[in-house]
């Protein structure tokens, strides 16, 4: 499945109201659905389907909803009700009862619906909201990619910028990669955003704490125009509250251009590679590095490192994280370190390396491994991986003994 977005565009008030009150129908036939499935236990995804009919009957907005639209609805109640038997069945600690959704921002077509226009420049949206024509804006890659394949879906969604319309397309991304030769190992941190095995670094681009200063300030103002007991809130109050989400919204397109670049080139320039498969989940509970391990956006990095690795048929390989910096990258003597301690200084071998280096060779050894692969191998492929240690004293092989 491959994703295109276009901004809805050349709306009116009222249109970009007829949207909103389908993105809340949308969020009620969900929440309705997901109280029916709690008064009657054991009713399945079919149940949701008869109910979202029931609904329609019942409530004259919920018929104004696009049936496949309410479908789409009942399938999201459906995909938090399957994961949480999921987690059970897996005895995980943390459950995750299905809640209810306050604040819903997108709704779901399936085949009807919409209406693309033949030179895909508008769509219509002809449910009984009645919202009608918008004019589409993207660039002329993607407007290619809308017109020559299958849709399958279009989402509706609202950020604090607009309203824009996402194509979920019938296609199976595969493209032709150019092969180097090279391998790397990465080890992800805060001080640098990866070190690779050769002491290659990337700084973290710290998008959050570049614009943190601007966005409390912005956000003290909105605290200010709060009035308790008010309902609704003024319009200056909605206006500032926008003026917060478009800069939270610039943040997280800051941090997701960035991860997909660096990624492109990570796969583009190695035909394999290893990264730490880090629990980040379980990391940000530490309340110190909480807001850094959130900047950083490993998860959202790696996440492109693995689609970048099935679009051009490169060998992308997770390895778990433990020990990869206390083990020596010589010897394999465990040397204990605190998060303090920046050198890996081995008093078997004397490899004398920096930490986030030595955890790079750990974990290109751990994937090789994993691949069923050696140094030796390597050079039969014609791989090629750098295994000195320039800038550092000692060497990457331990040293014979004395």
Known sequence: MLVREAKLLNGTPKQYQALDEAIRTAQFVRNKCLRHWMDNRGVGKKHLYAFCKDLAKEFPFANKLNSAARQASAERAWLSISNFYRRCKQGEKKKGYPQFKKHCRSVEYKQSGWKLSDDGLSITFTDGFGAGTFALYCNGEARQDILSSKINRVRVIRRADGYYAQFCLDVDRKEQGQYTGNVIGIDLGLKHFYTDQNGNTVNCPKFLRR??????????????????????????????????????????????DWAIKLARCVVMSNDIVVYEDLPVKNLVKNRHLAKSIQD??????????????????????????????????????????TLSTRTHICPKCLLVLDRDQNAALNILKKGLSLLGLSIFKLSVLGLKWQNGTLGHKGTAAPRPPR
């Open 211 to 256: 614009s943190e200063k601007r966005l409390k300030r912005h956000q003290r103002k909105l605290s200010r125009m709060f009035a308790k007991g008010r309902k609704p809130q003024s319009n200056n109050y909605h206006k500032q509250k926008n003026r917060v989400g478009r800069i939270d919204l610039k943040v997280q397109r800051q941090r997701r």
């Open 296 to 337: 950083a956006s490993w998860s959202l990095f790696t996440h492109w490192l693995d689609y970048y690795g099935k679009v051009w048929g490169k060998a992308i390989v997770a390895v778990p994280p433990q020990y990869t910096t206390q083990d020596c990258s010589g010897c394999g003597h465990r040397v204990v370190k």
